[in-house]
């Protein structure tokens, strides 16, 4: 099963995109991972992302789209993949579908996770305080200002994808208000009905 997870910064999607790849045994494709990975290595690519990624705006969708092809013919992926972070503009939904469509694949679920701005800022805040506690260093983009713009980019960027999949009669939307574990059993349901 290919299933996309998307929704506002803090909304849990890495969180539950990590419990379904232990639970469906599928991998799980995060392009924030990817290009955070790239940065770490001090990549051209890494380098080239890095300020953009900072103040919270999109990488370019060339850059995704080509990262995401290459990981698709991965032999993990054969049999699914859960897509977390990507797509993230209409134009990387369209590519997506066209991806999939030439080697045979299709999306077959996109999941929405909704979750109140007010929430997002709470639990960016603790985040940031319960890292700084624990001796990490803290993602550069999480800084409350830096929220603000990503969330912003959110809804002028990916949010169109709710009625491209809805459109499609792909969507469905998860209330990602609740306990990690409350939000895991939504998930599972909607992909239970969806097999
Ligand atoms: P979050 O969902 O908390 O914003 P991610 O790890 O998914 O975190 O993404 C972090 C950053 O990486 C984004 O703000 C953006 O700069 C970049 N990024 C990740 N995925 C994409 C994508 N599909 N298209 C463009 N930029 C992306």
């Given amino acids: 099963m290919n299933l996309v997870l998307f929704g506002p910064p803090g909304a849990g999607k890495g969180t539950q995109a990590k419990l379904l790849m232990q639970a469906r045994a599928l991998p799980q494709l995060s392009t924030g991972d990817m290009l955070r990975a790239a940065i770490s290595s001090g990549s051209p690519l890494g380098l080239q992302c890095r300020g953009?990624?900072?103040?919270?705006?999109?990488?370019?969708?060339?850059?995704?789209?080509?990262?995401?092809?290459?990981?698709?013919?991965?032999?993990?992926?054969?049999?699914?993949?859960?897509?977390?972070?990507?797509?993230?503009?209409?134009?990387?939904a369209e590519a997506l579908d066209r991806l999939l469509q030439s080697r045979g694949r299709k999306i077959h679920v996109a999941i929405e996770l909704k979750i109140n701005d007010e929430m997002l800022l709470q639990r960016a805040e603790s985040r940031i305080r319960e890292m700084i506690a624990s001796g990490q260093v803290p993602r550069p983009d999480d800084t409350p200002e830096t929220l603000r713009n990503r969330l912003e980019v959110y809804y002028r960027k990916t949010a169109p994808l709710i009625?491209?999949?809805?459109?499609?009669?792909?969507?469905?939307?998860?209330?990602?208000?609740?306990?990690?574990?409350?939000?895991?059993?939504?998930?599972?349901?909607?992909?239970?009905?969806?097999?």
């Fill in 52 to 92: 953009i990624m900072d103040r919270g705006d999109l990488v370019s969708d060339e850059i995704v789209i080509r990262i995401i092809a290459e990981r698709l013919d991965e032999p993990d992926c054969a049999t699914g993949a859960i897509f977390d972070g990507f797509p993230r503009t209409i134009g990387q």
């Fill in 163 to 195: 009625a491209y999949y809805r459109n499609q009669d792909k969507l469905r939307t998860v209330d990602g208000m609740g306990a990690i574990p409350e939000v895991a059993r939504e998930i599972a349901a909607v992909l239970d009905s969806t097999a």
